[in-house]
């Protein structure tokens, strides 16, 4: 079965720190990879997304970038953060007999 | 832009009480999938609705799909304290990626 894993779960990190995130997928092979951030009690926002790697979509201009130098690894990081970074960062895949959406566990990022 | 909009943006309903809520769209849809977020957790995927007027149960829950497939709701009867957490429709962006769009959520909060 596939199972997706985000690490850290937990991130405080000061303003214009640099950040990194990790994603990884097993049990599936080429799949199509996400970014998302969710905000305190907000919804879901797009923020990358790979078809394969080395190959990145970005869908809103911002302070973040994201890169996929294997094909179950997805990255996300920033060179200097900023306050309005903090959010609950998912990675998700697509899949399944609906081709639905597959979510990690997430990494809560606090910016101070 | 593609707008997916969903009401109420929060709900408290006493343990027992029927809840819905609604995702509505500017545009027609080719199906539309449901998520639950448990508070804390990541979105979990639920179903999702093909046809024209479709509708599909889970349990207390009961999905619908529009006749114009331009709108869908997701109703629980008898709510209890399990049910607590955010509900999220997607559906595929127009933008032609294929990617799933989230609705704006709804918070659902039962009360014992």
């Known amino acids: 079965s596939q199972t997706i894993h985000q690490w850290p779960a937990t991130l405080v990190q000061p303003v214009g720190s640099p950040l990194s995130l990790e994603c990884t997928v097993e049990?599936?092979?080429?799949?199509?990879l996400y970014w998302y951030r969710q905000a305190a009690g907000r919804g879901l926002q797009l923020l990358f997304y790979s078809v394969g790697i080395g190959q990145i979509s970005s869908e809103v201009p911002q302070n973040l970038s994201a890169s996929r130098p294997q094909d179950r690894q997805f990255i996300l990081s920033s060179k200097k953060l900023l306050l309005s970074d903090s959010g609950f960062y998912l990675c998700?895949?697509?899949?399944?007999?609906?081709?639905?959406?597959?979510f990690g566990p997430g990494t809560r990022l606090t910016v101070l | 832009g593609q707008q997916v909009m969903q009401i109420p943006q929060y709900q408290h309903v006493q343990e027992g009480e029927d809840f819905t809520t609604y995702c509505n769209s500017s545009t027609t849809l080719s199906n539309i999938q449901w998520y639950k977020q448990r508070p804390g957790g990541h979105p979990v995927f639920l179903i999702q609705?093909?046809?024209?007027?479709e509708v599909k149960k889970q349990k207390r829950l009961t999905f619908q799909f529009g006749e114009a497939k331009k709108n869908s709701s997701l109703h629980i009867t008898a709510t209890q304290t399990t049910d607590v957490g955010t509900y999220f429709c997607?559906?595929?962006?127009?933008?032609?990626?294929?990617?799933?769009?989230f609705g704006t959520g709804t918070r659902l909060t039962v009360i014992p």
């Open positions: 049990g599936t092979s080429n799949p199509n």
């Open positions: 998700a895949w697509r899949g399944g007999v609906h081709n639905e959406q597959f």
């Open positions: 997607a559906a595929l962006s127009q933008t032609g990626a294929n990617n799933l769009f």
């Open positions: 609705l093909v046809k024209s007027g």
